[in-house]
């Protein structure tokens, strides 16, 4: 089986990510690549990685042309992807990697990203239960955000198994400067990051806010609030979400441990790190993979866990590629990889 895929918002770190990958998926062929800001431009220019596409160039993001296309992926800003999607025929198969379609609650979209909230497609955060199921088949899906998928995957099981209360969960997440996007801006120069740490979107600005707060209610069968403090890394790639929450009274690191084991036992891209070693963002870079560790604090009544993984992997092109094997039937690891690159 052969699947044409076109690639929409080319020249964005999370666009190259995906053609490396599709490059090397043995049941894609790359179709067209778009950009509209740099259309006329080739591959070689904007990506020089990727060696076998330099030829190809980019074109502007023409609904009849992604058309052409079996399946189209959006890697687009937030925002963009619905008049686009929306242009595009029932035939072709779409994953989405924007948010444009990620949040059920219209209200919540417009207080995260403002203006008119597009509707709702199946989230792709595969592990989660009955997420393989919506998605088997599905002509449209949404992957989701690359913090909300290290803390979905960190706290999901905790709260399904009653282990940790909905409320007063805490995360702070630490991401490279790629999930910034590729546009230039001052406090992303070398200069500025370099050697430093820096908090923003401080106090539930955050536009990932409500999409972790949707995923971890679904696992509660409760409302969950949630208090998201990202922090500026001085590093290209990477994701480390330390999540806590209130510990259910008489709840061990053991128990804990025993939820994450049972939820990701059969899980190639979820590992639950062995006792007493703690994820690394070097770990997971260049793949799909996400390294989760526990523990409850007793001393301070809440369990702490800690997740790891690549933003431009498992929490975009990785993951949306991950989607696109589930809706298509194909091996889901198909072109994918567990295994980072380090040091």
Request: aromatic share 4%; glycine share 12%; with cysteine.
């Amino acid at each position: 089986m052969r699947v044409t895929a076109a690639v929409a918002g080319a020249s964005g770190y999370a666009g190259g990510e995906l053609l490396r990958l599709l490059l090397g998926h043995p049941d894609f062929e790359v179709g067209p690549v778009a950009a509209h800001g740099r259309a006329g431009e080739t591959l070689a220019t904007v990506h020089p990685q990727l060696a076998p596409l330099a030829d190809r160039v980019l074109t502007p993001a023409d609904p009849d042309l992604l058309a052409e296309a079996d399946l189209v992926f959006l890697a687009l800003p937030h925002g963009a992807s619905a008049a686009v999607a929306r242009a595009l025929p029932a035939s072709v198969r779409v994953v989405d990697l924007g948010a444009d379609f990620r949040l059920a609650d219209p209200q919540a979209w417009q207080r995260a990203y403002g203006g008119e909230h597009a509707g709702t497609w199946p989230y792709g955060l595969v592990e989660l239960p009955g997420v393989r199921e919506e998605l088997a088949g599905a002509s449209r899906v949404a992957a989701p955000g690359c913090y909300p998928t290290s803390v979905g995957l960190a706290l999901a099981p905790l709260l399904a198994a009653g282990l940790v209360r909905a409320e007063d969960i805490v995360v702070v997440a630490a991401s490279g400067t790629s999930g910034a996007g590729r546009s230039a801006s001052p406090r992303l120069l070398g200069s500025e990051v370099m050697g430093s740490l820096s908090a923003y979107k401080v106090g539930g600005t955050h536009q990932h806010t409500p999409e972790m707060e949707q995923t971890l209610t679904r696992a509660a069968g409760a409302p969950v609030t949630l208090s998201f403090t990202p922090v500026l890394a001085p590093m290209p790639r990477g994701i480390l979400a330390t999540c806590t929450a209130v510990l259910r009274p008489g709840a061990s690191t053991a128990d804990l441990r025993a939820a994450l084991g049972e939820a990701y036992r059969d899980e190639r891209f979820v590992r639950v790190l062995p006792d007493g070693q703690w994820p690394t963002t070097a770990a997971t870079s260049g793949s799909n993979a996400a390294h989760l560790q526990v523990a409850a604090d007793t001393h301070a009544g809440r369990a702490v866990v800690v997740a790891a993984i690549d933003n431009l992997g498992k929490g975009a092109a990785g993951q949306a590629v991950q989607c696109a094997n589930v809706m298509l039937g194909l091996s889901e690891s198909a072109g994918l990889s567990a295994v980072g690159v380090a040091p």
